[in-house]
């Protein structure tokens, strides 16, 4: 449980006990349901993290509405787009072990989620984690009812794959951006799991020494 989740239904909880002993018991259903769907909301279930070498995870629940490929800053990318829809659990993940090399927060509209414009349109947090070779950008875009985004990781901070590291209250999408060499898993209308379901797998990176010196002992036969 996200401890957001006991701020508001403490509050309402408390609310419901004034209406009760103010208008009577009945007035107090509300307050106590809206309670409940706060503890509910903020749910932050365990995973199973998968090991396979080279898996890249959902960095959130929700329904893959979108892969394709998109230009960031001159370099092209594959994308998979995550709707969350405010049933959906809303604790974010790392997709990858790696470092934080990039934080960046971005002000703008709270159009809804679904819409391709929200991607660069929305407020959202965009970060950029390198690990094994590879650098993973992933993005918490807010939406209509999300107007709260959360980031519990700073800059130069290591985190793991499927490791927690914040969440977008209420409705809201994800963005991962990989590297074109990635094998995408996942398709338009698949479910998906924070932490436990594998959206690609990464190829491995030889390092620029053991290349360098193989060719240099293929030279020399």
């Known amino acids: 449980m996200v401890r957001d989740g006991f701020y508001y239904a403490l509050g309402l909880i408390v609310v419901a006990a004034l209406m009760a002993w ?8 509300l307050p106590l349901v809206l309670a409940a769907f706060f503890l509910w909301f903020f749910r932050d279930p365990e995973r199973a ?9 959902s960095p959130a629940d929700g329904k893959v509405t979108d892969v394709s490929t998109a230009e960031v800053n001159g370099r092209q990318w594959k994308r998979i787009s995550i709707f969350l829809s405010v049933f959906d659990v809303h604790v974010n993940r790392s997709p990858i072990a790696g470092l934080i090399t990039n934080i960046e927060y971005r002000h703008g ?3 809804n989620a679904l819409s391709a414009a929200s991607a660069a349109e929305n407020e959202q947090n965009i970060v950029t984690v390198e690990g094994d070779g590879h650098t993973v950008i992933f993005k918490q875009i807010a939406g209509v009812l999300a107007r ?3 980031f519990a990781r700073k800059l130069g901070d290591s985190v793991g794959r499927g490791e927690r590291v914040g969440l977008i209250k209420f409705g809201s999408r994800t963005d991962v951006l990989l590297d074109r060499a990635a094998d995408i898993r996942v398709a338009i209308g698949d479910r998906v799991r924070g932490g436990a379901s594998v959206l690609a797998y990464l190829p491995p990176v ?3 020494g053991a290349a360098a010196g193989a060719s240099s002992e293929k030279g020399t036969r």
């Not at 103010?22 to 259903?29: C, H, K, N, T, V």
């Open 22 to 29: 103010l208008a009577g018991p009945a007035y107090a259903l």
């Open 49 to 57: 993290i998968p090991a396979e070498a080279g898996a890249v995870v």
């Open 109 to 111: 509209r709270f159009r």
């Open 148 to 150: 709260r985004i959360v």
């Open 206 to 208: 030889e390092p620029a």
